[in-house]
């Protein structure tokens, strides 16, 4: 058994996946029509094409459940932050207790979508501002050697 990647089923296949290349930058690697690959691995699927799948009819979909996520990191968080100016928001830009800043956002089908920075460049932040390794470890709660395998 070998996992392979995410699905998500949209009632507008174009627009989703304008959503998924403008906002988040990402690109086709497979066409399939009624499903489209993204790079990462996430695929779009058409309402019609997977009701058709599962033997449903529209009525026994939910949109918006808010119980997950797709999880993205960007070096570049701020520069990201200038790009969700038409973009619904699960909640505006945070810093989580660890340090960590983050942003959900909603697509079009109100599937969540997480953009972070990354852990390394959450360490280089508080290194950057002055902080000793063991005094990043302690800002971020985490152990020293990971703070050290961070900064590499």
Known sequence: MKYKSPLLVVKDLQRSLNFYQKVLG???TADFGANVTLTGGISL??????????????SDLTYGGNASELYFET????????????????????????????????????????????????ARRFRDAG?????????????????RRLLK
């Open 26 to 28: 990402l690109h086709k």
């Open 45 to 58: 699927q058409t309402e019609e094409s997977w009701l058709d799948f599962i033997e449903r009819k529209p």
């Open 75 to 122: 070096e570049d968080y701020d520069a990201f932050l200038t790009t969700l100016e038409d973009v619904d928001l699960v909640h505006p830009p945070i810093e989580h207790r660890w340090g960590q800043r983050a942003v959900r956002l909603y697509d079009p089908d109100r599937h969540v979508i997480e953009v972070a920075e990354p852990l390394t460049a959450v």
């Open 131 to 147: 902080l000793t390794e063991e005094g990043v470890a302690k800002r971020m709660d985490v152990p020293p050697e990971l703070v």
